[in-house]
């Protein structure tokens, strides 16, 4: 394709170039790998010395770099910056042909809406509805009354099971399952019976869920993905989950059943969330947490059980000190027990 100079690079993102604005840019790349006719992007101060010796062409920065004679685009938000300039370098998607392939199984009574493309060897059951322009791509199940909405990408080997709800411009990738059985069993006499799970999942608009993670079912009613959240690859979500909007959800995280994420909530990865808790707007839990509670709005947490940032920082530092703390108490029983002797000694006298 054709190149950007970095004047045009720099109006495209609303920044401001630190040095030849005649520069053509012809591709994008990380700060090892890129290399001259590449632009990339210094996101965090401990990557400046990456940035230093960078191959790039320009560099995306919050402020000149230090060391380096690289061009740089000064901008409030490297990262932003970066995505708008992906957008125009990046390989254009795969395109299909809208309508239904020859090999795709599709009920005679689903709703396929213009311009959207059904692929090989994909299932859509009975009274099912895809949206305008929604790319289903080969081998998708889509069960039974399942409703999507238009403009989403469904990839290969996606499960939407029956009655689930998709909104607008959804994202889901390979291995996903949508609607799965709620893990609900009562025991008795030693036996586990399963309890049947009637209730369906629904994932509004903007709503982009990674590969191979599990949505499941409400066990009646409803489990919800709110607006804009996202949700990162082998992430689990219980029955009669509900998740705010804007949430991010990173890997391997572990959502009990009826737990409740409110608005911007930010799980970091291997997060276990317990059942029938709330963790309120805006609130954090970092990598490998445990959370039992309800979080307050606003809230840091990390550790296992999970606790306020802080707390957990004197803690952890109380830890590192317990060998010497230790050692100083079996030195005062000592001293004690010595003086104890000397005391008794002293009143035998």
Known sequence: ??????????????????????????????????????ITFLSHPRYARLARTTRASAVLARERIEGTEVQVIQVSNPDWAFALIAEVFAPAP????????ELAVVAEDVSVGEGASIQALSVVEGNARIGDRTLVYPQVYIGHRAEIGCDCRIYPRVVIRERCVIGNRVIIHSGAVIGSDGFGYVTLEGEHHKIPQ????????????????????????????????KIDNLVQIGHNC????????????????????EDHVVLGGQVGLADHIRIGAGAQVAAKSGVARDMPAGAVYRGN??????????????????????????ELSKRVERLESAAHDSKRS
């Open 198 to 229: 009637v209730g369906r999942v629904v994932i509004e608009d903007d709503v982009e869920i990674g590969a191979n993670c599990a949505i499941d079912r409400a066990r009646s009613g409803e489990t919800r993905v709110r607006r804009g959240t």
């Open 94 to 101: 795969p395109r299909f042909a809208p309508g239904i392939h």
């Open 242 to 261: 509900d998740i705010g909007e804007d949430c991010i959800i990173v890997g391997q995280c572990g959502l009990s059943g009826s737990t409740t994420l």
């Open 1 to 38: 394709m054709m190149g950007m100079t970095l004047a045009q690079v720099a109006e495209r993102v609303g920044g401001r170039v630190l040095g030849d604005p005649e520069v053509v840019i012809t591709g994008i790349g990380s700060l090892e790998e890129a290399g001259p006719g590449d």
């Open 305 to 330: 059980p999970a606790t306020d940032k802080n707390r957990f920082a004197r803690q952890q530092v109380a830890v590192r000190r317990l060998p010497r703390i230790i050692e100083q108490l079996r």
